[in-house]
């Protein structure tokens, strides 16, 4: 269910459905169209670089093998080139020192060495995979995009 949710976190789809939307936009809003037609292009460029930013981490690593800490990073994971194990979908509070630990002895068991998460992890969580060495993949906003006035 997660992955077929959200094919739009794909690096190389992402950047067609925004020019798909910046087209209809430009539409509905031709005083603005040179903007937002702007957009695209920067986040195309934008995803470009981040992705080989994570390709050349990536490259490091043993193994290419992930567990993700959200359901919707299927398609993010095969653009990478990456092998998405499991998906463990848990509130922040639900990360007792003991359930992280439990996750970081199937991590080691399965010989994965990096979890992929698009928010900030819960201290119990964070301090049990940073022991372990399991490397947190922060996905974060592109800050570079230019925003609509």
Request: aromatic share 4%.
């Amino acid at each position: 269910m997660g992955e077929e949710t959200a094919p739009w976190l794909s690096p190389t789809r992402l950047g067609k459905v925004a020019e798909i939307v910046a087209g209809y936009l430009s539409r509905l809003a031709p005083s603005k169209a040179a903007l937002i037609v702007a957009n695209p292009s920067a986040l195309k460029h934008d995803l470009l670089v981040l992705k080989a930013e994570a390709d050349k981490t990536l490259v490091q690593r043993d193994s290419i093998g992930i567990e993700a800490l959200s359901s919707q990073f299927g398609y993010f994971a095969a653009d990478l080139g990456l092998d998405l194990r499991a998906s463990i979908i848990a509130a922040p509070r639900e990360w007792s020192h003991e359930r992280a630990s439990r996750l970081v002895d199937w991590l080691h068991a399965e010989g994965i060495e990096t979890v992929l998460t698009a928010r900030d992890l819960p201290e119990p969580l964070t301090g049990v995979l940073n022991a372990a060495d399991i490397a947190i993949m922060h996905l974060a906003p592109c800050p570079r995009i230019t925003r609509l006035a």
